[in-house]
């Protein structure tokens, strides 16, 4: 069992940076691979990036890729998404999400823990 918070959303200019954070709970956080993903309205929930329980893998969307950073610090329970180069195109709420195991990509429909998202807004 555990449950999620993200933080770390807010308003930035194009070019920009910030970093998301997935706070946690319970024990055994090392065995819950995590995920982020992203949503706009009207448009299906896309995925940004994986990692696996113990940080040693990581997956990413070629969209995403070169600017955005996934890491954990399984000390704090927490997860943690770093975004640079940040594009209009970015704009969306972002969730952070948690499954079993696994190490490679996978679809929104596999994770079992969802947090409620925290928005990002990218200015041009």
């Known amino acids: 069992q555990v449950q999620l918070v993200e933080s770390g959303g807010g308003l930035v200019q194009a070019g920009g940076s910030l970093r998301l954070s997935c706070a946690a709970s319970?024990?055994?956080?090392?065995?819950?691979?995590m995920g982020w993903f992203r949503q706009v309205p009207g448009k299906e929930r896309e995925f940004v990036a994986h990692?696996?329980?113990?940080?040693?893998?990581?997956f990413y969307a070629d969209s995403v890729k070169g600017r955005f950073t996934i890491s954990r610090d399984n000390a704090k329970n927490t997860g943690y998404l770093q975004m640079n180069s940040l594009k209009s195109e970015d704009t969306a709420v972002y969730y952070c999400?948690?499954?079993?195991?696994?190490?490679?990509?996978?679809?929104?429909?596999?994770?079992?823990?969802w947090g409620q998202g925290t928005q990002v807004t990218v200015s041009s």
């Open positions: 999400a948690a499954k079993i195991g696994g190490n490679y990509y996978y679809p929104a429909t596999k994770y079992d823990y």
């Open positions: 319970g024990r055994t956080f090392s065995s819950y691979a």
């Open positions: 990692i696996n329980g113990s940080g040693g893998r990581t």
